[in-house]
């Protein structure tokens, strides 16, 4: 492998970890940049927008009971699966209780668009670790109730209990809690995949050599 060949595949190793937000970092500086487009019941739901160590990045907030800003900044500790030792909300339960939440939130960055399954989605998870100023906040609206429509947050709720969760499913869920205590919110990021990460440093790669062979092969 030539000195060039290496030194680029460094760059694109670089490059490739751009997309994985503060993945190997134990804190992280973190902006708050955009709400969700849709505020039901006075709340705007997720996904929201943040920037991370200067990365934007798509955030979904499981914590009902602080408050965020835009353009607000702050440290945050960086807790992952198996691990969840500086996340906010420890109740001797909290495996399980992450464990749905980062279920959930899968399934939100995913439908953003439909706004009624984002938002009961959305609450389902604020619900899991904040019940009771959620149903204060709902009441008994079809919206909370409804177990049979995926618009029902009662719907997601019975999903997320039902599921039997393996470890390193949600190797890919990262959560951002607040190192000073208090105020803002505690936040939820997906990066990519291993793999996802991999075949994308590979495609990289495969379009420099392609280029490079390109290059080599044509009459000077």
């Not at 934007?56 to 408050?67: A, E, L, N, R």
């Not at 949600?170 to 190192?179: C, D, G, H, R, V």
């Amino acid at each position: 492998m030539t000195k060039a060949i290496q030194g680029f595949l460094l760059v694109a190793a670089a490059a490739v970890l751009c997309f994985v937000p503060s993945a190997f970092a134990d804190t992280a500086n973190m902006t708050l940049t955009g709400a969700g487009s849709n505020a039901p019941y006075g709340v705007y739901v997720g996904p929201y927008t943040a920037t991370i160590n200067g990365t934007p990045t798509q955030v979904i907030c499981d914590d009902y009971s602080h408050d965020s800003y835009i353009g607000e900044s702050w440290t945050a500790n960086v807790s992952s699966f198996p691990s969840l030792s500086d996340v906010r909300f420890t109740s001797g339960n909290e495996t399980q209780n992450y464990d749905e939440a980062a279920y959930l939130a899968n399934i939100l960055f995913d439908v953003s668009s439909n706004k009624s399954e984002a938002d009961a989605l959305q609450y389902a998870i604020w619900y899991i670790f904040d019940p009771v100023d959620v149903q204060n906040a709902v009441g008994n609206r079809s919206f909370f109730s409804d177990a049979t429509d995926v618009n029902g947050v009662a719907y997601w709720l019975n999903d997320a209990s039902a599921q039997t969760f393996t470890a390193g499913e949600f190797s890919n869920i990262l959560f951002y809690t607040p190192a000073s205590g208090g105020n803002p919110q505690e936040f939820i990021v997906r990066t990519p995949e291993p793999g996802t990460v991999l075949l994308l440093g590979l495609g990289l790669v495969g379009v420099f050599l392609f280029k490079r062979r390109l290059h080599l092969s044509t009459p000077s």
